[in-house]
T-cell receptor, first 112, second 112 residues
Framework: EPEVTQTPSHQVTQMGQEVILRCVPISNHLYFYWYRQILGQKVEFLVSFYNNEISEKSEIFDDQFSVERPDGSNFTLKIRSTKLEDSAMYFC??????????FGDGTRLSIL | GEDVEQSLFLSVREGDSSVINCTYTDSSSTYLYWYKQEPGAGLQLLTYIFSNMDMKQDQRLTVLLNKKDKHLSLRIADTQTGDSAIYFCAESPNSGYSTLTFGKGTMLLVSP
C-alpha cells in the first residue's frame, strides 16, 4: 500500500538555525498538509497546500514557516529561525478529494 | 472554534471489548475519523464515517455516530495486547483540502 514518507525521522538543531523537514506524499494525491504534535498535546494543523499554493494556514504558521513543493514528489516545511518551542513531532499528510488524509511517521524535531 | 474531546485513558483486559468515546462541537462536521498512534510511530488511519451514517463496521472495529448528541465511539471487539496505543478522534467539515481537528487522544492499555 502506498505510504507518505518523511525524512529525517529525528532532527536535532541549535536554536536560531534553519531546518527543512521533507515529505514525499502518496503519488496521486493532490492535497498536502503539515501538522505538529508537541509532546503530550493534541495534533495541531499548521498548513494545507493545493495546486502549488497554500490553501489554509493556522495561527501557528507564522512568518518563520514556509512550505514548498520543489518538484513533482517532495513537499517540504522550512522553519527559518528555530525556537525552543518549535520542538515537536511534525507530521505530513496527503489525500485526494473524497478520501481521508494519510499520515507519515513524522519527524521528531528537537531544538537545543 | 471546533473542539474535539476524548477521555484520556482506558484500561481493559485482553479479550474484552474496548469502547473509546469522543464528542465534538462543530455541527458542520461531515467526516469523523479514528487514528491509531503506537509509541514513536505515526498516525495510522483506522476507520472513518460520514455524518449521514450512524454505524460502520470493519472486522473488529465498530464506529457508532450519534449526530444529534455529536458523539462518536469506537468499539474494538476481542481487544488484543497489540491494540495498546493512543487513539485519536478527528473531524473535518469536508473531504477535500479540509483541516482535521483532533482530540487529545485516548491511551488504551490492554493487559494480558
Amino acid at each position: 500500500e502506498p505510504e507518505v514518507t518523511q525524512t529525517p525521522s529525528h532532527q536535532v538543531t541549535q536554536m536560531g538555525q534553519e531546518v527543512i523537514l521533507r515529505c514525499v506524499p502518496i503519488s496521486n494525491h493532490l492535497y498536502f498538509y503539515w501538522y505538529r504534535q508537541i509532546l503530550g498535546q493534541k495534533v495541531e494543523f499548521l498548513v494545507s497546500f493545493y495546486n502549488n499554493e497554500i490553501s489554509e494556514k493556522s495561527e501557528i504558521f507564522d512568518d518563520q514557516f514556509s512550505v514548498e513543493r520543489p518538484d513533482g514528489s517532495n513537499f517540504t516545511l522550512k522553519i527559518r529561525s528555530t525556537k525552543l518551542e518549535d520542538s515537536a513531532m511534525y507530521f505530513c499528510a496527503s489525500n485526494i478529494e473524497g478520501q481521508p488524509q494519510h499520515f507519515g511517521d513524522g519527524t521528531r524535531l528537537s531544538i537545543l | 472554534g471546533e473542539d474535539v474531546e476524548q477521555s484520556l485513558f482506558l484500561s481493559v483486559r485482553e479479550g474484552d471489548s474496548s469502547v473509546i468515546n469522543c464528542t465534538y462541537t462543530d455541527s458542520s462536521s461531515t467526516y469523523l475519523y479514528w487514528y491509531k498512534q503506537e509509541p514513536g510511530a505515526g498516525l495510522q488511519l483506522l476507520t472513518y464515517i460520514f455524518s449521514n451514517m450512524d454505524m460502520k463496521q470493519d472486522q473488529r472495529l465498530t464506529v457508532l455516530l450519534n449526530k444529534k448528541d455529536k458523539h462518536l465511539s469506537l468499539r474494538i471487539a476481542d481487544t488484543q495486547t497489540g491494540d495498546s496505543a493512543i487513539y485519536f478522534c478527528a473531524e473535518s467539515p469536508n473531504s477535500g483540502y479540509s483541516t482535521l481537528t483532533f482530540g487529545k487522544g485516548t491511551m488504551l492499555l490492554v493487559s494480558p
